[in-house]
């Protein structure tokens, strides 16, 4: 198969796999899904195995994750997550640990003690993250969204375990290793004290590369293109420099994406939704090429579709809920909230690619490690995204997000002249007491700006006498002290992100 080959088939599958998520929102599976089965279809008419290049597809998936963290760090909102970012934390360090532990104890009675504890261990954590991202999509196409914290919550969550579940499968992935070929298999008080190093040394060196992140962005080039290429480099430099000083660098991109989201910098908004397009692209391209490692023929095998599926079930019933409620013990969650933050613990592409590692090691039964770890996913993204939302209607915690509307055709980007100027929309309620007035009558202060009126699905250029009613979304620009005073007189309890 000669290059011109090869990239007219990696295009295709990029299409298939990003179109399958018309198939997957009309089913109520995650995209995940799709992109796999893609990959699982290649795989059996390219002329190659997947396995033989496990190296290859390991160093491709950490490049993906580092890239797909940082996006998710750059979407979440650091208010949002301020209120729930202790008990997001709690859940995604020591909740990610102890589902290991549970999950790691059950697969050792579950596979008849055929494998050590420690290899049972590693497989906990290959599985212990979640995928909320998952979650949302499917809750996003039908319209529906979670009360309360939940939503916060699970967004902290989701990106902040995937580093924990990195550094233990590292950590264990040693410890297999070294047991199996006659070492000393054991973490003394050295260990522990590289456990804390390395997720606190992430999230330090995640904080510091966010705010000279946002430094470097403020640096006025000649190209606008410029800052994008900056983009991808520091996303790089981020995860290379954390990991050369023996830290976690899925945890420093994550934390680095939330840190430069807490302050301003140029072209912010292009950025976010540059990163949102690239996280798209990596992951329809890491879940096609994780697709490839897969064997249908194996998967159907009693030795591993049974014990998958017993695995599967002890991981949704017994070892995610257990963990959820230890580590939200004494919290304002109520119990209805518990069980459905047990039920959202979706897994997704990161235990696949954290599978790869102990491939690219030579870790014993690696290759039915990972079988398990593949059938698993399945399993979970089948059964629980199936179920979401009727679990979400059923514990009386989901909320109908199909009035909110897609976002207005003019945005204020982040530039040198704009650094304290925003641009935000703002509904029009009865409380609001601008209905049947005119913009002339209201008497908004110099230098505010109404922009646009959205009303009836579209838009209306607005002029001095045109009406307003209530319902209309008003597109207003200003300073932001002036636009916190027009909310607080006009918009109260809509307040934007400063």
């Given at each position: ?362 870790v014993p039964d690696a290759q039915q490690m990972f079988r398990l ?126």
């Amino acid at each position: 198969m000669n290059s011109d080959s090869i990239i007219m088939i990696s295009g295709l599958l990029l299409l298939a796999g990003a179109f399958s998520n018309k198939i997957s929102s009309r089913f109520n599976l995650p995209t995940l899904l799709m992109f796999l089965a893609v990959g699982v279809f290649a795989e059996e008419f390219l002329p190659f195995e997947g396995t033989m290049f496990a190296r290859e597809i390991n160093f491709f998936g950490v490049l993906a994750m580092c890239f797909i963290l940082f996006s998710g760090g750059v979407d979440t909102s650091p208010k949002a997550v301020r209120q729930v970012a202790v008990r997001g934390l709690i859940l995604a360090i020591p909740g990610v640990a102890l589902t290991a532990l549970l999950l790691g104890g059950g697969a050792y009675l579950i596979l008849g003690m055929k494998y050590s504890f420690l290899w049972c261990l590693l497989l906990g954590a290959l599985i212990s993250s979640t995928d909320a991202a998952a979650v949302f999509a499917i809750l996003r196409g039908k319209g529906v969204s979670l009360k309360g914290k939940l939503k916060p919550l699970l967004e902290l969550e989701s990106g902040s375990n995937d580093p924990t579940a990195a550094f233990l499968t590292v950590l264990l992935i040693g410890l297999v290793n070294a047991a199996a070929f006659g070492g000393e298999a054991r973490i003394g008080w050295l260990g522990g004290v590289l456990i804390f190093y390395q997720l606190g040394g992430g999230i330090l060196a995640g904080i510091g590369c966010g705010w000279l992140g946002r430094k470097l962005f403020n640096v006025k080039l000649e190209y606008e293109g410029l800052y994008f290429v900056i983009s991808v480099a520091w996303v790089l430099v981020c995860y290379g420099l954390t990991q050369v000083l023996g830290a976690n660098g899925f945890m420093a991109c994550y934390v680095c994406g939330m840190a430069m989201n807490a302050g301003r910098y140029n072209y912010q908004k292009a950025i976010s939704k540059f990163y949102n397009g690239v996280a798209w692209l990596m992951q329809v391209g890491l879940f096609t090429v994780l697709g490839f490692l897969a064997d249908p023929v194996q998967m159907l095998d009693v030795g591993v579709w049974l014990p998958g599926i017993l695995l599967g079930l002890f991981l949704m019933l017994i070892a995610r809920p257990l963990a959820v409620f230890v580590c939200l013990a004494g919290s304002e969650f109520s119990r209805r909230e518990k069980l459905m933050i047990s039920w959202v613990g979706i897994r997704g592409a990161a235990p696949i690619v954290l599978a790869t590692f102990p491939l690219a090691a030579g870790v014993p039964d690696a290759q039915q490690m990972f079988r398990l770890i593949f059938f698993m996913v399945l399993i979970s993204v089948t059964f629980q995204g199936w179920t979401l939302m009727p679990v979400a209607r059923w514990l009386k915690l989901a909320k109908n997000d199909s009035g909110t509307h897609e976002p207005a055709p003019l945005e204020l980007e982040v530039t040198h002249g704009s650094a304290h100027q925003a641009m935000y929309e703002y509904k029009v309620m009865p409380e609001s007491g601008l209905d049947g007035k005119t913009l002339a009558e209201i008497g908004l202060p110099p230098g505010v700006l109404v922009t646009m009126i959205r009303r009836d699905g579209g838009f209306i250029p607005p002029h001095g006498n045109t009406l307003i009613q209530n319902g209309d979304g008003m597109l207003i620009m200003a300073e932001r002290r002036q636009l916190r005073e027009i909310v607080k007189k006009y918009f109260p309890g809509q307040e934007k992100e400063s």
